[in-house]
Each structure stands twice: as C-alpha cells, then as structure tokens.
C-alpha cells in the first residue's frame, strides 16, 4: 500500500490524494505494531520482514513510521552474521532471506559501516546464478522468477551502498545483470500463475526504487 503510494505522488496528484487516508491508517496500524515484533520473519515469501522495512523506508512519507522502520532494521539485523546464503532458495522463495537482510542495511548504515557489516553477514566471495523455473504454469515455482527480479533489484541497491572503492561491487553488479536479464526475461503474460505478479517485481527493478 505504501509503495502504491509513492508511486501515485509521482504519477497522479488526484488518485494520491483520494487514497491517503489509508495510507495513514496503513502508517497508524504499523507504527502500533512494528514495536510489538520481538523476532524477524525470514521466509523468502510474502512475510519477510527486511523486505516489508525496505519498502516502508523507501515508500512512506510519515518520518515517525520511517524511523521505527529503520531502527527495527538495526534492532533485527545488526548483529547477524555468516547468513547461508548457499542454502538459498527453497522451492517456492521469491524474495531471498540474505539478499533482503543486506538490502535492508544498507539503507540504515553509512558505506563505510555496511562495507563492515557485509563482511561479516555475506563473507563469500561468489554470487549465486539465476534460477530456472522448470515450469512457469505452475503457480509456487514461478516465483523463482520473482526470486531472479528481487535478487537483482537487491544487489544494485547493495552495490549502491557500499563505498565507491569496495572491490566487492564488480563482482554484485555482474551477478546483477544475469539476474536482471533473467527476470525481465520472464516477465511475458504468457501465464497468470506469474504474469499477475512479476510486473510489479520488474518495477521495483526498473525504476530503483530505494535507489538513489
């Protein structure tokens, strides 16, 4: 709902302000709750809190959510580190558990602090390859396509948050643009099972959303 928003301020100053008000109710109801969540959920599916926090700092345009959203990042994540990202992904994953985690810190710690704390929480030197759907009509594994497009979208934004120096952002940007090209490959209409969804994944990819 938040992204929705933000994309209408930019787009349609008239349908913005019609959906405002639950805009604010979204913000009212999670600046209540986000306190509340004791532990992160780290499924590479729908609940994945690094990647609802990321949405919620890029998108929102209430300080007040923005700064519970990023200190719940530091509260969750800080101290994580050596994340299995060889053990990435399950089946069904259209988000990756590591990749959204790093994403997510990027936008709370200046360069020098992320290039740190990405030492630590992803210390290998090599990046995983695309995945390949081995049936796109199937309505759980077509999100792995969703998994190449949020993978993608993820590694610029961790490249961007590294110093301009870090030897690391070579190697993230060739991973991805396999990734990029892999997953606006995919997205074809050609099956509802992935065509009512992966465009919205795309956009975040495209327009660098979070990306400054």
Known sequence: MLQLGAELRESDPELSANLHPLEQAVSERLKAWLPKLSHPVRSGEH????FALGLI???SDDPALV???RDAARRFFLSDKSCPLNYEPSGEDFLSPCMAEADVMRRVLPPRDFAAWLT????QTRWPKPEVVTDPSDPRLA???????SRAWMLEGIAHGLPRSDRRIASITAA????????LAS??????EGGHWLGSFAVYLTTRRGIR
């Open 143 to 149: 999100h792995l396509d969703g998994l190449n497009l």
């Open 176 to 183: 991805a643009n396999e990734h990029r090209e892999a997953g």
């Open 67 to 69: 700064s519970l959203a």
């Open 57 to 59: 700092i890029d998108s």
């Open 47 to 50: 609940s994945q809190t690094a």
């Open 187 to 192: 997205v074809t209409g050609e099956h509802y």
């Open 120 to 123: 630590r929480f992803l210390p």
